[in-house]
């Protein structure tokens, strides 16, 4: 079975990867256009990126930041990504998180990475939902919990994030933070093979060699369910059912 520890992709990694936040004045997707450009040596997309970002728009600082972290000139991403951090966008504070775990620029330091993964989830940040979790899971920066990793997993899966969903299906599957469960986990590896996780498919093939057809069945049913009401309200429903 593959590990739920295996580091998952990080969004932010590549300018093209990162979320979409419209909450404050420039749009995202105007900001990531600039910032791209501003990438291939366009610099008058620079000129109002950086204008935009002089201003306090956090969604153009924050891009600012990648356009500098791309570049590899990190203590321009560091000031940029933390000016639009302190106007709370969360996927700035998400940023300055990986900064921090990989010690990209900085003196790698995991409580500092925790801390503004933390923020970043609390504002509901997807990829800082997954990576806080992977925080608690690995012992980095937190004392190791496979119970807290899998709360902030099922915040992430619950928001419909595939990669989250097959991680507490493998939680189930194993024990790790919850009380072992297969049919839980093979409704959440099924689902997670339908987001297009191929990886989870390992994961139901391991569990139906030690599941019965009922199991199967309640499985099955469980996997609808959650399409419905959505992942944590479907188990729960569940473990009230079967109790």
């Avoid at 839980?184 to 060699?209: D, H, N, P, T, Y």
């Amino acid at each position: 079975m593959f590990n739920p520890n295996a580091n998952r992709i990080i969004a932010f990694f590549c300018l093209v990867f990162f979320l979409v936040v419209n909450v404050w004045s420039m749009e995202n997707k105007q900001a990531q256009s600039l910032a791209f450009k501003a990438y291939k040596g366009d610099l008058e997309a620079l000129k109002q990126l950086k204008s935009a970002a002089d201003v306090g728009d956090a969604v153009a600082q924050n891009w600012l930041g990648s356009y500098f972290r791309e570049k590899h000139e990190y203590s321009d991403a560091l000031l940029w990504f933390n000016k639009s951090a302190q106007q709370n966008n969360p996927v700035a504070l998400n940023n300055l998180g990986f900064l921090f775990s990989e010690g990209f620029g900085v003196k790698s330091d995991s409580p500092k990475a925790v801390n503004y993964y933390k923020r970043a989830a609390e504002l509901g940040n997807l990829d800082a939902l997954n990576n806080l979790a992977l925080m608690y899971a690995q012992g980095e920066g937190v004392t190791q919990s496979y119970r807290d990793a899998y709360v902030w997993f099922e915040k992430a899966a619950d928001k419909g994030d595939g990669l989250a969903t097959a991680n507490i299906g493998i939680y189930y599957a194993q024990g790790f933070g919850v009380q072992k469960n297969d049919t839980i986990a093979f409704a959440l590896c099924k689902k997670a093979v339908l987001m297009g996780v191929g990886q989870a498919q390992r994961c139901k093939a391991e569990l139906i060699k030690r599941m019965d057809q009922n199991q199967i069945n309640q499985a099955d049913k469980l996997t609808e369910r959650m399409q419905h009401v959505g992942v944590r309200t479907a188990i729960n429903d569940y473990l009230l059912y079967v109790h």
